[in-house]
DNA sequence: AGCGATACATAGCTCAGCTATGTATAATAA
DNA sequence: TTATTATACATAGCTGAGCTATGTATCGCT
């Protein structure tokens, strides 16, 4: 039966149109995104959440890291970084061999809203979401897994743009 | 071997952790979105693509329209779809027998704009996805198919706030 | 001791999101 | 027909996320 499903993608779309796919998805997401947010009432932005969660799969990082990793400006992750820390949803740590670097890492605080909000996000996404199969719902992972580690790929990849000292000034 | 893949999934993951699934995808396609962004160097916003793209999709359609079709608030819709015509992506259309309607239908040109910028990005992220299989190109579809489904299903459902009259006052 | 490089902060801009409110037209009731 | 209410969109004005340019403090090295 589910390999009905999957002899369905490979028969009936055996040539899939890869060409605007990913395009596609962001407009897609970008669109649920939109749901969530008037579905939830969330009136915290998505740019927090996605801080959050980056630094709480990657675990305590330094601002420039995170602007990076995140591919965002330097200036950008210093304000996101701010209202976390106004928040208390992150710490800020002095590192002992650099007065300059703050390193950042999850409160616990933080990781509590972000564990909420994953939820409260399901909950109110059930009535569009909750009748998906097994299948369905092992494309939507399969897909998850793959953007994360494409992402993750892109660290190094791509040009880097923010700092002075990588535009060689 | 592709049933493989899908065997993969099903048992391995027989039980697939779906709670936080849907927040965690949201949070992987605005990485990539910002993956993207800096890939392309695009200055043009996702909120522009977005409204492009519904409008594209949908057809001819009224303000009102498009900013609960796109969740967002009827001021918001007013100000993107000005940027819009100020782009000539779009055009405005009298309609005759009400003064107060402006129809929106995408212009040539604002066609052309989304199929490049679809485009562009597919091709700026071939060093990250080049490589998918027709199996994970599979669940990239499906997912993108889901949630677009998911999110017309939504236009009824959910408490919809914006504009006066549906506030009751 | 001094000087370039580095890590982050600040200033100041644009655009996307919001609520509250204004304005013009339609629809309806007196 | 005229006055009232409802509707469709525009405007005002705020917050936050994104950016570039630049400032400030510290490190590393000569």
Redesign the pocket.
Known sequence: MYNNVMTAILHEHQKIETEHLLADLLVAANRLT?VA??ATGDST????W??LSVLDNHGPM????LATET?????????????LNELEWIK?IQDP???????LAVAPKGAQALKDWKQRLGHALTPLFGDLSTAEWGHVKATVDLIRQRVRMSEQGETT?????ERGE
Do not use: C, F, Y
């Open positions: 939109r947010a008037s932005s998505p740019a927090i996605r801080t330094r601002l420039g890291e591919r965002i400006s330097q200036p950008t992750a210093t304000k996101i970084v701010q209202n800020r061999h650099d007065a300059r670097v703050r390193t743009i923010g700092d002075r000292s």
